[in-house]
């Protein structure tokens, strides 16, 4: 079922869902920094509101924010988002590389973020690319035999 | 790539915000194409053609060099 949420609500929508969600966690953990989540209901308040003004410019991220963004800004924040995949991998290889030579135990979050990052992009391979191709042309009984027996 | 857009909308009295609205694409886009900044989707590319009344490959001319 498709819902008819207004596009402008799309992003502050779910931003606020997130808000509510890591403020909760930090309400359930309990214990004295169970505060934390007073800030971080009022930061995702501002995130929210200033998403949904932002929704109303006339620029490429108003576009982005306000879920009304045309091909080449879609294609603005797919190159986007490849680029900060590209870092937070080579960062977490740094991470990795680096809790390996001191033999820290904070090894595996870095290994746990490149898999993640890795599985993603085979997950993304399989769905967007590889399986939808077919056999080539010259593969069924067509064209080429028959001229090539000319 | 060059492309014919900046002179079609100018010769038909358009700004880059009516163009756009009526492609339904962003003004920011328009400006893009114009500039050559940006190489829109084949759909794009057939309806900017079809709104001039033009095929695309009068639009857009693939053996020159955008600003050329």
Known sequence: MRTSINPRLRKPAWNALAGVVFAAAWLVRGGPLWWVSIPAVIAAAVRVISLYRMGATDTDEGALAGSRADERQRQLSLRSRALACNLAGVASFVGLTAAIAVSAPWWWPFLAVLAVIGFGYLLGLSNYGVAEEGPADDADTGYQARSGSR | ?68
């Open chain 2, 1 to 68: 790539m060059r492309n014919r857009v900046r002179e079609q909308r100018v010769r038909r009295g358009l700004s880059q915000a009516e163009l756009a609205a009526a492609l339904s694409v962003s003004r920011q886009t328009v400006i893009s194409i114009e500039s050559g900044r940006y190489l829109p989707s084949l759909p794009l590319a057939f309806s900017i053609a079809r709104f001039f009344g033009l095929t695309v490959d009068k639009m857009f001319d693939p053996d020159e060099e955008a600003g050329s």
